[in-house]
């Protein structure tokens, strides 16, 4: 094989090399863009324009995708760091963020690498936010430490182009001699709820008890107060059922005494109801104080009043 046809063959060789660089840039130059992508593209060095989801045709040697940023919301974690609260006690502290790109030019050319950035942002803002507290709050105010963070990373949503959804802290570690501290507090605390529960239980029952024996003493005394009343009731109406017999009586002797022969009547019933008292004179337990004749009958009618009649009548 002769000079002349190794600098053919050298020649042929370049010239397809170079035909298929050509044919792999044109082939380049066809994009086909996915949904929540965007391909952020130059031309000569520069930002052109913005892909996005679809196929596009770009311009072989002067257009090239540079960038191709995820529109989707990720999740980024926050590496463990040492922290160091109010009251002088190191804890170690790692979290979630959730962000989301927005802007892809911004978070393009807006900082090299917001992902980094955004972690770095919320490792030092989580920091200065439990300098800010005690132990026991950074267990507490979780929600609180974790909306600081967010609204601080916010700050820079549109310099970066992204936008952070949430913050949230996963972890709160303390050292092994914190915990055991923090454990025999706990401990201490439920033998101390549980003295005031039984105390209360105890006082609750006395307290029970006490008001059942007022109820008692109450029940007792109105229903004393009620049989004394119906006592008063029953002797009340006995009076008056009494008083109304005598009236009625009293009536029916003036009735009497009002008829024809009422006043013969009268004085013989008397006379039967004397005769009666005269059978017991003779008794040893009978004081009596006799008129000088009692077989006067007579004269014994005159000297009765007409109360003693009325008081011999009921008898």
């Not at 690498?113 to 005690?134: C, F, P, W």
């Amino acid at each position: 094989m002769g000079f002349l046809d190794i600098i053919e063959n050298i020649s042929f060789a370049v010239v397809m090399i170079i035909s298929l660089f050509f044919l792999f840039k044109v082939v380049q130059s066809f994009r086909l863009v996915p949904n929540q992508y965007a391909y952020i593209v130059e031309r000569l060095g520069n930002y052109h324009k913005t892909l996005g989801p679809g196929f596009h045709a770009l311009i072989p040697f002067l257009d090239k995708v540079v960038y191709k940023q995820d529109l989707r919301e990720e999740t980024i974690e926050v590496e463990p760091q040492e922290c160091f609260t109010k009251d002088n006690v190191k804890v170690e502290v790692d979290g979630v963020i959730y962000l989301s790109v927005m802007e892809p030019v911004n978070a393009s050319y807006g900082v090299t690498n917001y992902r980094y950035a955004a972690i770095q942002l919320a490792q030092t803002t989580t920091r200065s936010v439990i300098g800010l507290m005690d132990l026991d709050e950074t267990f507490e105010e979780r929600a609180r430490m974790s909306k600081e963070v967010v609204d601080v990373l916010s700050e820079m949503e549109m310099p970066w182009g992204i936008k952070v959804h949430r913050y949230e802290i996963k972890n709160i570690v303390t050292p092994r001699t914190v915990q055991n501290a923090m454990e025999r507090q706990m401990t201490a605390e439920r033998d101390r709820r549980a003295v005031i529960a039984k105390s209360e239980g105890i006082k609750g029952s006395k307290v029970n008890d006490a008001e059942g024996v007022k109820a008692e003493i109450i029940n007792i005394s109105q229903a004393e107060m009620q049989r004394r009343i119906n006592e008063a009731e029953g002797v009340a109406q006995e009076i008056e059922s009494l008083a109304e017999a005598t009236a009625i009586s009293i009536e029916k002797i003036a009735e009497a005494l009002s008829q024809p022969m009422g006043a013969e009547a009268m004085q013989l019933r008397l006379a039967e109801k004397y005769l009666g008292q005269l059978k017991g004179l003779g008794r040893d337990a009978n004081n009596i104080i006799l008129p000088r004749d009692i077989s006067d009958y007579e004269e014994v009618m005159k000297g009765l009043s007409l109360n003693e009649l009325n008081k011999i009548n009921k008898k």
